[in-house]
């Protein structure tokens, strides 16, 4: 499990603030969760690795037709790798993925009597998983919440509101670690997933109807510039 970062002093207003922005999203995403569908945990984790730079709608369609075509791990594992990259195609970055796809399904069968690990150290021993997958893995299909899951949208929406400074997806998990309480953890992520793609896009964040505008940094120097 990644530590959080050790600092001299615990940073209680950047505690006090992400408490306030959590709380407010809340209660404007009640139901923000994983849009990756799980329907079974190897299914899932396969989904899980070709959704990295893939919206999540075409992961699940994909991820349909994938299994559709092959309903087993014993035959994705013996499908042709142009079989495969034809179903992946649209994931993007679909041949890598089909290599990663097709070596894991032969692992859980081979190694792991078709199971999903349920251990980040295991998991990651599975080609195309990294420490993001493993944790949405442990998360979605164990019920373990080991660290947080640290997207585009988290270090974006993050950075804005002004709780992180740093880009580095370690830097920030260890810093939200620190200020978080655990229970925060996992939904913190998909607030962030949520108020990301609904508000706080990328190009053209909409700081006008944006419910924590107030205690953002980003919203705060916008309605300073527009007085």
């Known amino acids: 499990m990644l530590k959080p970062k050790i600092q001299k002093r615990r940073p209680e207003k950047l505690a006090r603030k992400a408490k306030i922005v959590y709380r407010k999203l809340r209660e404007v995403y009640p139901d923000a969760r994983c849009t990756v569908e799980n329907h079974a945990p190897e299914q899932f984790l396969l989904a899980s690795i070709m959704s990295p730079q893939s919206p999540d709608a075409v992961v699940n369609v994909v991820s349909r037709m994938l299994w559709e075509k092959f309903p087993t791990l014993a035959e994705i594992g013996a499908a042709s790798r142009l079989e495969l990259e034809q ?41 195309g998983v990294g420490r993001k997958v493993a944790l949405i893995v442990l998360q979605e299909v164990h019920g373990i919440v080991d660290g947080i899951v640290i997207d585009t949208h ?8 002004g709780i992180v400074k740093s880009k580095d997806p370690v830097t ?23 108020h990301g793609r ?30």
């Open 172 to 194: 920030i998990e260890r810093t939200l670690m620190e200020i978080l309480p655990k229970s925060y953890w996992k939904q913190w992520s998909h607030l962030m997933v949520s």
């Open 154 to 161: 988290n270090i974006r929406v993050a950075g804005r509101i």
């Open 87 to 127: 179903v992946l195609r649209p994931v993007g970055m679909f041949r890598v993925k089909s290599k990663y796809v097709q070596e894991t399904a032969r692992i859980l069968l081979a190694d792991l009597n078709g199971s999903v690990p349920n251990s980040e150290p295991e998991l990651r021993k599975l080609p």
């Open 198 to 227: 609904a508000i706080c896009t990328a190009r053209a964040p909409d700081c006008a109807h944006c419910p924590i505008c107030t205690v953002c940094d980003f919203g705060v120097k916008r309605q300073e510039r527009t007085c």
